[in-house]
């Protein structure tokens, strides 16, 4: 008989909130009018798959515990506050080409400009310090440099739509996914 652990714990605490994730960003965000979402999507879901899988292959760092389940509750919480903060507004998927019509800064939106992508980090640095491995170096690296492409598609976006002047001056005084430390 296996008996639950504190590896198991950590596990199950990572794949809830990357099913959180998950559910939640498919109620949340739409595809934008005759335009089918980009492949480049499924980079998510197969960096959570990759994830999920080494927390069942690699070596579990007992002692990164309560640091990896302060940055999956920290994950969930900023994931919940972004997802409630535009909760009737519609959002397009990632890497979408639609032109945006409003600038929303309620919420998180006030301090950085990318709160669901500052929060799928924040699980995937979680999850790599509790299950250290080179897969989960890779994919930390991998989402990062997807993520900040992806903040930058849409920052394209907002420099070519009526609400430049405005995205401008919120850019100057947010960060892309933590706080500006001085405004």
């Known amino acids: 008989m296996h008996s639950f652990t504190l590896r198991n714990a950590a596990q199950i605490a990572a794949i809830l909130v990357w099913v959180r994730h998950l559910g939640g960003a498919a109620r949340t965000f739409s595809r934008a009018k005759g335009e089918l979402p980009s492949r480049l999507i499924y980079f998510f879901s197969l960096a959570i798959g990759i994830m999920i899988y080494g927390s069942f292959n690699t070596p579990f760092e007992r002692h990164m515990v309560?640091?990896?389940?302060?940055?999956?509750?920290?994950?969930?919480?900023?994931?919940?506050?972004?997802?409630?903060?535009?909760?009737g507004k519609v959002f397009s998927y990632i890497?979408?080409?639609?032109?945006?019509?409003?600038?929303?800064?309620?919420?998180?939106?006030?301090?950085?400009?990318?709160?669901?992508y500052a929060s799928y980090l924040l699980s995937y640095v979680a999850a790599a310090i509790m299950f250290p491995s080179i897969a989960s170096l890779i994919v930390v690296v991998a989402m990062t440099i997807y993520f900040n492409a992806a903040a930058r598609h849409e920052e394209r976006k907002f420099a070519r739509s009526p609400l430049a002047t405005e995205y401008e001056a919120y850019r100057r005084r947010t960060g892309r996914f933590i706080p500006r430390l001085r405004r």
Not at 66 to 84: K, Q, V
Not at 95 to 116: H, Q, V
């Open 66 to 87: 309560i640091p990896g389940m302060i940055g999956l509750s920290g994950s969930i919480a900023l994931f919940e506050w972004a997802r409630r903060s535009v909760h």
């Open 95 to 116: 890497f979408s080409n639609d032109t945006p019509e409003f600038l929303w800064t309620s919420g998180p939106y006030a301090y950085i400009r990318n709160p669901f």
